[in-house]
């Protein structure tokens, strides 16, 4: 069990006054990474409070387990299975590298064949999937497709029928291409997504819809089972966990949608983020000091939210991304030996896309009774055309509002007071790129490692989707033993 008194014993400083006593405080807190340039000077971050957290870090062993991680070691021990998406980008262990770069050239292979015409006319890219089997990619294709997409994407996650049949409407199904995202290749909703859409085909006069069908998965059996051609399956290694898969075959839509050399610097950028987590010392190590002031706030100040908030329309999917990245890898009440975690874990991830946000929930961040710590990611070149005042007006609100939270207002009506010293981070793009957004990604990835191996519990399972899961097949077999409340809706839904 790590001390955590040192850190729970922690002052709480004025942000305000942190400057003030610090002439140095802005460099102090502030790195630049792989065309990242992240600041936490206006967290309340301290020397004193790193250097508590660095010694809490050594008692939890990170240095040791961050090797583990690299080194293909079990370090999901839940599963008993190494987690292996740092190889799929490259780092990590040789053969697992190797095992996945094979991987990757049969998928771009794949890419190739179907752009030379081998499964005819294919304009339209319909991907079938959920969780981290859509929300990466569908980050991804959004982010970066805009200048240069090759085909028409849609990405469909969620069961209802509403969904596809919005990619329906847009979608010709003579020149659909059917992608079947899963892991698992057992997730309800996917596979009845994936089977609606062969019948779409079907209806319409498609003559082989089974030949236009891609799976991307970790059980290649299961997509051979279920009707999709051997050739045609791209798998990949199971210790790629769902949330952390777009950079394995998932991540496909992207690669045939933006071309092969982006989806390559996508990997090289999260690449480049995974040396500096490897290596740095982690006193200017970026995922770690981010998972410094996480820990700070969730445990010192009892924050129980994080908000992100991207000020770049492109990045409108990084905070539901980040929302399954945090809360499905860290939302857990059990240490890795199993024994009650004892302190709260992730904090409820949300956030939203500036300058929308600042005219819905903004109030809450600058009055409301809650702590929220806030991070605003922004791209220093714009991403639009018009004139630069677009650009200028975006930014300058993004970084007004981390002024404004910090320094706050006090005038003589309570109502119209601003209380300050709300704390923010800041990470700026010097442009968005697939390099850029594979080091940010990655960056996210290995905070979320932190957090999880400082809280003592396995970032890298989910068995806590599982029960929800299990009771709707029961029900859906027409089973299950419910509670007056349940039963009652079932029938008055008319499903019993
Ligand atoms: O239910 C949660 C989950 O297992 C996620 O972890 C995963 O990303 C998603 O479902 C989809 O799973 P699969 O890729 O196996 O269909």
């Known amino acids: 069990m790590s001390d955590w008194s040192r850190i729970e014993a922690l002052p709480s400083p004025k942000l305000v006054d942190l400057f003030d006593q610090d002439a140095e405080r802005l460099g102090r807190f502030s790195l630049d990474v792989a065309g990242l340039h992240f600041d936490w000077s206006k967290t309340h971050l301290t020397t004193d409070a790193v250097t508590a957290f660095v010694a809490l870090a050594e008692e939890a062993g990170l240095a040791k387990r961050r090797e583990a991680l690299f080194a293909g070691e079990h370090v999901n021990v839940t599963e008993d299975r190494p987690v292996t998406h740092t190889e799929e980008r490259g780092e990590g262990d040789a053969e697992l590298v190797a095992a996945a770069k094979r991987l990757h050239e049969r998928e771009r292979a794949l890419i190739d064949a179907i752009e ?62 059917l992608v079947v995202a899963s892991k698992t290749f057992t997730t309800t909703e996917t596979l009845l997504n994936a089977g609606s859409v062969l019948q779409w085909m079907t209806e319409h006069g498609v003559s082989d819809p089974y030949g236009r069908v891609i799976a991307l998965t970790a059980a290649p059996d299961k997509a051979v089972e279920w009707g999709v051609d051997e050739t045609r399956v791209l798998p990949f290694n199971e210790g790629v966990g769902g949330r952390y898969s777009l950079w394995s075959s998932i991540g496909f839509p992207a690669a045939i949608a933006l071309g092969w050399g982006a989806f390559e610097e996508l990997l090289e950028g999260a690449a480049e983020m995974d040396r500096h987590f490897r290596l740095q010392p982690l006193e200017t190590n970026a995922p770690v000091l981010a998972a410094f002031a996480d820990l700070y706030y969730t445990q010192v100040r009892h924050a129980e939210t994080r908000a992100p908030f991207a000020y770049d329309v492109r990045l409108r999917l990084l905070p539901p991304y980040l929302q399954q990245l945090e809360m499905e890898s860290n939302g857990k009440g059990v240490t890795v030996d199993g024994q009650p975690v004892g302190r709260p874990t992730a904090a409820i991830t949300w956030g939203g896309v500036g300058t929308d946000a600042q005219h819905a929930v903004f109030q809450l961040l600058h009055q409301g009774t809650h702590l929220v710590p806030v991070e605003f990611i922004a791209c220093i070149e714009p991403g639009d055309t018009l004139a630069p005042e677009h650009h200028r007006q975006l930014l300058l609100n993004a970084f007004a509002q981390g002024a404004a939270l910090m320094k706050g207002k006090q005038v003589d009506d309570p109502a119209r007071s601003y209380s ?77």
Not at 125 to 153: F, N
């Open 116 to 177: 030379g015409g081998a499964l005819g006319d294919v304009r339209h890219v319909l991907h079938v999937g959920i969780g981290g089997s859509a929300l990466g990619p569908d980050l991804l294709v959004d982010a970066l497709g805009r200048e240069e997409k090759r085909y028409d994407v849609a990405i469909v996650s969620n069961v209802d029928g509403v969904a596809l049949e919005d990619a329906f409407a847009r979608f010709d199904p003579h020149s659909t291409l």
């Open 420 to 496: 300050g010293d709300r704390p923010s981070s800041t990470i700026l793009l010097d442009a968005l790129t697939p390099r850029t957004l594979g080091a940010l990604i990655a960056f996210y990835e290995q905070r979320v490692f932190v957090n999880g191996t400082l809280l003592g519990i396995n970032s890298f399972d989910q068995f806590g989707v599982e029960l929800g899961k299990e009771m709707a097949k029961e029900a859906a077999k027409g089973g299950g033993e419910f509670d007056p409340s349940t039963t009652d809706l079932i029938r008055r839904a008319g499903l019993d």
